[in-house]
């Protein structure tokens, strides 16, 4: 074979490789696009399965898709936008402008704005409810929501899609609802306003009752008159405290009650509260103890008539649900951040508890629980109400009770800090004092070495005199003396028979304790006690009390203790402006006031109120809220304004007085310029405490 001819069969045997190859590759190349042509089917196919479930969907739900491109302003919607508007498809709107003039022209605005709110990414939606025109002409509630679902690179909207929905039924039932709510609205409105009439026409004859009740209280009178007087006033106030808890309930029922915030003493509402208490367990010879919390701060903001109407709701209960022991009542700090203080309070009693069953329903409204129902009374709306006044006051409330053994009400509030208000000063001569305790009851002694731990003192409990005076006489030989004694008078009466004071007891500064209501004996008093001093007390008035004590000071504040004497009435004859329109309410003021030595004028409107105010010159001015022509509070405003614009003179006391069952009208007739305020029927002392504090 040739040179030539071998090199050519090379070449060729060359060229067939790279034919050979390339047939490979081309194979492949068909398998490939065969693959992928697979998938392709595959992938349509199941597109086309979503898409006949979108059509599906849209079919069954009735929703009308519209797909809005932002450059072309061009606008596409769904095939249901016929069913939804009685269109032919040739007919839908094809742009975005177009498709706005088919909303309702009062609706525009809101779904423009809408709209809005979503392309500048405040809402992540857009939502709204408008009505369209339909080819019939009428129009047609819907609601439309939608999403921007695309951008350019810079964020840019560049498509929005919607769908429409037919709302006209709900629209329709909506409507019919919020017209029958209307309706009903004003009826309640129509019940509230008689309510609040009622209220007044039961309050001023009752206030007669109990002012002219009063009045003959001053008179000579045998003992039967004044007993069947008693029953006058007892009936009296009991009925009017039934009207208030209706009153109440009604105004919880359409929640009506409004809180009021103003800063307030949870120590002097306390004294009063327990004060207000005492008479009637005294009655039942119940013992009152309280406690309060040395660490609550002086001043808390907050609601402090209904604290104190819940405190009361279990405290009335306590003494009402015990026959013998006692009633315990204390204010305990929980915790505070930087607006508000939690406080806990805690009523006790050692009365007849209550069942596990009726534990479950007891502050459900109208209950009254057990056999003995009949023999207590009672509306069984106390305690819902009070539940109810603790929850708006953030707290919760929970009962504990053994039936035989008694109850315990624990709730907490949540109250506003008052800036700078702190806990009361605690006397800085007291810490570290050597004081003993001798009392034999428990949870009374309990209290003492409580606020006496507060206060940092070294402590030590007997429960009888006897084993005390040993006690004092051992440190006095060993030279380690008691700095301070505390004896509860119970037990120095244990002790008469027996007593006999060695040099220890002499040399000792000794304190008294003693409850109102029990006479101390003779013997008690010849003892020699530095002070004696009244329980229940508040922590600042026994701290005060051991001070003066240990440095023999005259222990006033100790002695004035919790509660205050009656009233006396020193003031001087004072010029009084009655500004009444109910014939009994001026009748029961005239005789109360000139019974005090006070001369009166009578005004039955606001309007010759004002006009007599600016005639003569008065010392005060007692002003009904509600009267004809102009009521207590235009007049208080027109005869502020009046001293305003005048010379300066000293403004006139107004104290404002209202029939109204709804203390939170307080604080309106303050803004209205009164400086003080008292509800009927008043009690001869508050009025005298309004007179006395004009000078
Ligand atoms: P009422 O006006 O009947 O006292 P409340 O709502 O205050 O209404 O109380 C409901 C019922 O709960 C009472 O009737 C009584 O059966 C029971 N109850 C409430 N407090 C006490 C208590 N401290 N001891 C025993 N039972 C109580």
Redesign the pocket.
Known sequence: MSEDLRKKIKELEAELKVVRLASMQWEEIQRTYQKSNDRLQQVYSELNQVNEKLTMAFEASQLAYWDWDFKSGKLECGENMAHLLGFGKEAFPVTFSAFLELIHPDDVREARENLEKHINGITPFFESEYRLKTARGDWKWVFDKGKIVERDIIGKPLRLLGVVMDVERKKTHENRLLAEFEKADGANKAKSSFLANMAHEIYTPLSGVVGMAEILKQSELSPEQKEYLEIIVDSATNLLSVFNTIMDFLKIEADQIELTNSAFSVYELMEDLVSSLIPEAAGKELEVLSFVDPNIPMLVKGDAIRLKQVLR?FAD??V??TENGEISISANFLSWDEDTVNLQFKVT?T????SVE?LKK?FTSF????PS?GK?G???????IARYLIIKMKGEVHVE?QTGKG?SFVFNVLLEKVPGSEPPFCEPGIKGLKVMVIDSHPSRSGIIIDYLGRMDCDTVIFSNLTEGLQELAHRHKIRRPVDLLIVELEAAMMAMGSFKPGQAWEELNKILLYYPGTGIPKKVSEMGFHTVMKRPFLPAEFSSAILNTITHKTPVTAVKAAFRPPAGHEARQLRILLAEDNLINQKVAQVTLSKLGHQIDIAENGNIAVAMYKKNKYDLILMDIFMPEMDGLEATREIRHIEQSGPMEKAIHICAITANADKDDEEKCYQSGVDSYISKPFKLEELIEILDSIK
């Open positions: 709701v209960n306590g009402k649900f009693d009365g007849i508890g209550i009726a007891i209950t009254r629980i057990g129902t207590y009672g509306s069984g709306l106390g305690l819902a009770s109850s």
